[in-house]
């Protein structure tokens, strides 16, 4: 149970944490996002990450994300894995990377599996081995220990705990983890956009590795890199059979400020961006959308806004919507009530989408 700092409504669909209600959000974001900084604030300090991208005018700037930090001396940015020492970037580059990685049979839970080769067997034979799931195989799962964002609950919130850690890998070792049985790589995190340079790196040595073989490149993110590296990541997605696979937290951007921290103009731009590389492959589909459905603030509004700014690009991009369990600084809410996803699909597919589906439907309330 939750007080609104701003109306004092106080209901069980409003984040202790947070402190805001949506209503408010809404229609009060200034004030409402002053409280939200705080609640992020919070999140940020208890894992010694700066509490907002730096903007030093004297400091290293980095332009690998939405929040182009400008990093000062001894300072570290927003993402917490690249430092100002003497003037020049240290930490994570394009030959060293903080991430973990495991084997996930297929198929697997991804965001895409019901519309993936692992998953479908779909772009057979090309992209897949199989003409249905890629049974026996597996996905080389690759989990980065930085994010660009600040998701109050987020689900994977524990790749803080080694964002600090010094150890680092080069590409090279993670692309041999890539045997016969490997038909794809997914990076997620944290979220690749952070350690991008890295991410493509990795990709192009283990597709060189497994020249002649199957080997999907695929991503979940947040959407939030630089232009440049989202071409670089839809081409060789493009190429393997892989996909991109964005999470649309909110369409109102207070609502996405107040539940990440940070805008979601650049994660819309970029999805508008890579739409348009659509035509080059239909089948499998390269871009996969999802929302997870937060109660309390991510309701039918803001799937309909995305639904239909989804539909305007193509009608045919599958859209998820994943119920939600609580966590990180939202674990006080309750579980996605299963009558807001019926609601929220059903919004989804009035607004023009042909493939729409409700992920974890066990977490439903």
Same mark, same amino acid.
């Given at each position: 149970?939750?007080?609104?700092?701003?109306?004092?409504?106080?209901?069980?669909?409003?984040?202790?944490?947070?402190?805001?209600?949506?209503?408010?959000?809404?229609?009060?974001?200034?004030?409402?996002?002053?409280?939200?900084?705080?609640?992020?604030?919070?999140?940020?300090?208890?894992?010694?990450?700066?509490?907002?991208?730096?903007?030093?005018?004297?400091?290293?700037?980095?332009?690998?994300?939405?929040?182009?930090?400008?990093?000062?001396?001894?300072?570290?940015?927003?993402?917490?894995?690249?430092?100002?020492?003497?003037?020049?970037?240290?930490?994570?580059?394009?030959?060293?990377?903080?991430?973990?990685?495991?084997?996930?049979?297929?198929?697997?839970?991804?965001?895409?599996?019901?519309?993936?080769?692992?998953?479908?067997?779909?772009?057979?034979?090309?992209?897949?081995?199989?003409?249905?799931?890629?049974?026996?195989?597996?996905?080389?799962?690759?989990?980065?220990?930085?994010?660009?964002?600040?998701?109050?609950?987020?689900?994977?919130?524990?790749?803080?705990?080694?964002?600090?850690?010094?150890?680092?890998?080069?590409?090279?070792?993670?692309?041999?983890?890539?045997?016969?049985?490997?038909?794809?790589?997914?990076?997620?995190?944290?979220? &690749? @956009? *952070?350690?991008?340079?890295?991410? $493509? #790196?990795?990709? /192009?040595? !283990?597709?060189?590795?497994?020249?002649?073989?199957?080997?999907?490149?695929?991503?979940?993110?947040?959407?939030?890199?630089?232009?440049?590296?989202?071409?670089?990541?839809?081409?060789?997605?493009?190429?393997?059979?892989?996909?991109?696979?964005?999470?649309?937290?909110?369409?109102?951007?207070?609502?996405?400020?107040?539940?990440?921290?940070?805008?979601?103009?650049?994660?819309?731009?970029?999805?508008?961006?890579?739409?348009?590389?659509?035509?080059?492959?239909?089948?499998?589909?390269?871009?996969?959308?999802?929302?997870?459905?937060?109660?309390?603030?991510?309701?039918?509004?803001?799937?309909?806004?995305?639904?239909?700014?989804?539909?305007?690009?193509?009608?045919?991009?599958?859209?998820?919507?994943?119920?939600?369990?609580?966590?990180?600084?939202?674990?006080?809410?309750?579980?996605? &009530? @299963? *009558?807001?996803?019926?609601?929220? $699909? #059903?919004?989804? /597919?009035? !607004?023009?989408?042909?493939?729409?589906?409700?992920?974890?439907?066990?977490?439903?309330?």
């Amino acid at each position: 149970m939750g007080t609104c700092r701003i109306c004092n409504a106080t209901s069980a669909f409003i984040g202790r944490e947070l402190g805001v209600c949506l209503p408010c959000i809404r229609e009060n974001p200034r004030d409402s996002l002053s409280v939200a900084r705080d609640a992020h604030a919070r999140s940020r300090a208890a894992f010694g990450l700066p509490d907002r991208p730096p903007d030093d005018p004297e400091g290293v700037p980095c332009a690998l994300c939405v929040n182009e930090c400008r990093i000062p001396e001894n300072g570290f940015g927003y993402c917490g894995v690249r430092q100002n020492l003497g003037g020049r970037l240290e930490g994570v580059s394009s030959g060293r990377g903080k991430f973990s990685w495991y084997h996930d049979p297929l198929p697997s839970n991804c965001v895409a599996d019901w519309v993936c080769p692992g998953g479908t067997g779909e772009g057979y034979p090309q992209f897949a081995r199989c003409p249905g799931p890629e049974e026996g195989c597996k996905n080389l799962a690759v989990f980065f220990h930085a994010c660009t964002f600040d998701c109050l609950y987020c689900q994977n919130w524990q790749y803080r705990l080694k964002t600090s850690d010094p150890a680092t890998s080069t590409p090279e070792s993670l692309a041999a983890h890539v045997d016969r049985w490997t038909t794809c790589i997914c990076y997620f995190g944290g979220d &690749p @956009a *952070a350690q991008l340079p890295f991410a $493509l #790196e990795a990709s /192009r040595a !283990a597709t060189s590795r497994a020249r002649g073989r199957i080997l999907r490149i695929c991503w979940e993110t947040n959407g939030s890199m630089s232009e440049r590296l989202l071409d670089e990541m839809v081409e060789i997605s493009l190429s393997t059979g892989g996909c991109v696979k964005f999470d649309l937290k909110a369409w109102d951007e207070a609502l996405h400020v107040a539940l990440t921290g940070i805008t979601n103009r650049r994660t819309l731009a970029n999805f508008a961006r890579a739409a348009k590389e659509l035509h080059r492959r239909p089948v499998p589909p390269l871009l996969v959308a999802s929302t997870l459905l937060v109660p309390g603030y991510v309701d039918e509004r803001e799937v309909g806004g995305i639904a239909s700014f989804l539909a305007s690009l193509d009608p045919q991009i599958p859209y998820s919507l994943l119920g939600f369990h609580p966590h990180f600084y939202l674990s006080d809410l309750p579980r996605t &009530p @299963a *009558a807001l996803a019926r609601k929220c $699909l #059903e919004t989804a /597919r009035d !607004a023009g989408l042909s493939r729409v589906k409700i992920g974890n439907v066990h977490l439903l309330g």
